[in-house]
């Protein structure tokens, strides 16, 4: 043991924590094994499965908030409409065939639809708005609307872990969703 002798506060720290870490996966482990059994939790494996609970639950919020800091960092430095503006110019006709197709087939236009140069109309009407959505994609003062909505949601999501107010919330049912 002169290993442990020649370890500085952090790696002694680190090597501790270690143990503890194998020490309760371990006591999980043998916990599982013993139910299925059906067989009690020992006394001392039991007091290390509570000791677990009580660290995780301490470091959650904690680790928690360290990761949202980091998404925040990253998602500000992204240029999400941009990525949107050029996975739209790749799918361009695919995007004009689908928004003529779903025009088409809209209840609402039967007696429109059957007007001369309706398909035309619509191609054109297609093209336009394509065309205007990709630019306003690509323009950096879009960039900043998404990242500050981003960021702000962050901010909101980061008060709330803080705050405890995501753990009085009450369960939501699924949304119904249409098979169409």
Same mark, same amino acid.
């Given at each position: /043991? ?133 630019? /306003? ?44």
């Amino acid at each position: /043991m002169t290993w442990l002798r020649d370890l500085d506060t952090s790696e002694l720290v680190l090597v501790i924590l270690g143990a503890l870490l194998l020490l309760t996966i371990l006591s999980a482990l043998l916990t599982g094994a013993l139910v299925r059994r059906g067989l009690r939790t020992p006394w001392a494996i039991h007091k290390i499965n509570r000791l677990r609970e009580r660290v995780i639950s301490v470091i959650k919020r904690p680790i928690t908030i360290m990761v949202l800091d980091e998404v925040a960092d990253v998602i500000q430095t992204g240029h999400y409409t941009r990525n949107i503006s050029a996975a739209l110019v790749e799918n361009h006709d695919e995007l004009k065939r689908l928004v003529a197709e779903k025009v088409k087939h809209d209840p609402n236009v039967r007696l429109i639809g059957k007007l001369p140069g309706y398909d035309l109309i619509v191609s054109e009407v297609s093209e336009t708005t394509l065309r205007v959505l990709i630019e /306003m994609l690509g323009d950096p003062r879009m960039d900043e609307l998404v990242s500050d909505l981003l960021r702000n949601n962050l901010q909101q999501i980061k008060r709330a872990v803080r705050q405890r107010d995501h753990e009085n919330v009450p369960v939501h049912s699924p949304p119904d969703f249409d098979d169409r």
